[in-house]
């Protein structure tokens, strides 16, 4: 959501004050670079992560790139304090890619790069007096915005700021030699969402091209398929990653701002059902984008509340009362935010790619407990991370004489 909120505010301003013609501009296909890189509240309370990362990107036109870091950070935590997720040093990897627009001295882009975060000391084995330390790697998803300002032809400054939603996965801390009763104890995954922010310098190599990129012609409607993989953390208290398959639209009230929603199934069954989620999920979202057109590509920054719909949940004291059971459908409140990047292969056809943060809210409930009793279930919310692909229909072209205008 902050991501979100970050990208919004910058493309709406870089939107505005875009010139309605487009001039031609000077790119390599290759850029190199360093930058400094803090993960802000990363790790165990308000932990910062401070370290140094090398750039390599490959420019396909002005506006699109396949972008790609690697780094290590110095900060050096503690294992024992680690809860078996992360301990020593971090390593990260990220490639992906960042779409935008250039204008004559700054260059805006969004980013959707997934990679993996790695720590090379973390426990393993609780119940030994020497516990052996081994590397954790878990997957990220970095999104977010970056800005770069043109210092000569071929240098300039880099600012990156965006959020890194990381997939901590279950661990496991010990299990018992095998025997009548074998005993395993790990910890719960979870997904988190540092700051992730960097600034750096970069340089253009080889020979410079002047291109001029015309904005393609913008249509009213865009309906179309989607697949969808959400990663959240189910009723089991384990991180699962949740394949479903839906529908999109898109109403473009304007070239900059936009309605945008989906329409998402989850077709596996999750057996254990607890207060507040089981079963398979719907998932409905509607709300606003905002962003740019340049050559085959659009970029926005999306926000849209919604719904999450569990098919299965245990202990509703309503319906225990009326028909002697305790299980029920359940809607929970939901927000996505994060970043769409669109490719227009042809006029009509549209390939889509968005991914950023689901942030879903569990209202509090009256339920019925194990054993019978009332009992209150407290209201909580939650982080999940989400990327979908989609292939859709444009259509509701402006007249040519309207279009022209």
Known sequence: MRTA????????????????????????????????????????????????????????????????????????????????????????????????????????????????????????????????????????????????????TRTFVRIDAGELLVRYGDALIFQSPPGPVTLSVGTIGYIGSPWHLEFGVGYRVGALREQTEISPTPSRFTAGAQYSLLTLVRSSNVVRDESSVGGFFTWDFSKYVGF????????????????????????????????????????????????????????????????????????DLALDAGGIIEYYATRRTTLRLDAGQTWLYYPARNVIDQNGQPFHASAFSATAMQVSLGLGFRFGFPSASHAAQ
């Not at 989620?277 to 998932?283: F, H, I, S, W």
């Open 260 to 331: 945008d929603s989906s329409l998402l199934f989850f077709p596996r069954d999750m057996k254990f059902a607890d207060f507040q989620q089981g079963g398979r999920m719907l998932q409905a979202f509607g709300g606003i984008r905002v962003g740019v057109r340049r050559g085959h590509f659009g970029i926005y920054a999306k926000i849209r509340p919604g719904t999450q719909l569990f098919t299965l949940t245990s202990g509703n004291l309503e319906t225990q009362i009326e028909n002697g059971t305790g299980y029920t459908p359940y809607a």
């Open 5 to 152: 909120k970050l990208n919004i505010v910058i493309l709406t301003i870089c939107a505005l004050l875009l010139p309605a013609a487009l001039f031609a501009q000077q790119t390599s296909p290759i850029e190199v670079g360093g930058a400094t890189t803090v993960l802000v509240n990363n790790r165990i309370g308000t932990a910062t992560d401070a370290g140094l990362v090398g750039r390599f990107t490959y420019n396909f036109t002005p506006s699109f790139s396949i972008d790609s870091e690697v780094g290590s950070y110095l900060t050096n935590t503690n294992p024992a304090a680690s809860q078996y997720q992360f301990g020593g040093r971090a390593f990260l990897a990220l490639v992906g890619p960042k779409a935008g627009f250039r204008t004559r001295h700054v260059d805006v882009f969004l980013k959707i790069r997934p990679g993996i975060l790695s720590y090379g000391s973390t426990l393993k084995d609780v119940e030994s007096l020497n516990p052996p330390l081994v590397r954790k790697t878990d997957a990220v998803l970095d999104v977010g915005t970056t800005v770069e300002f043109r210092t000569s």
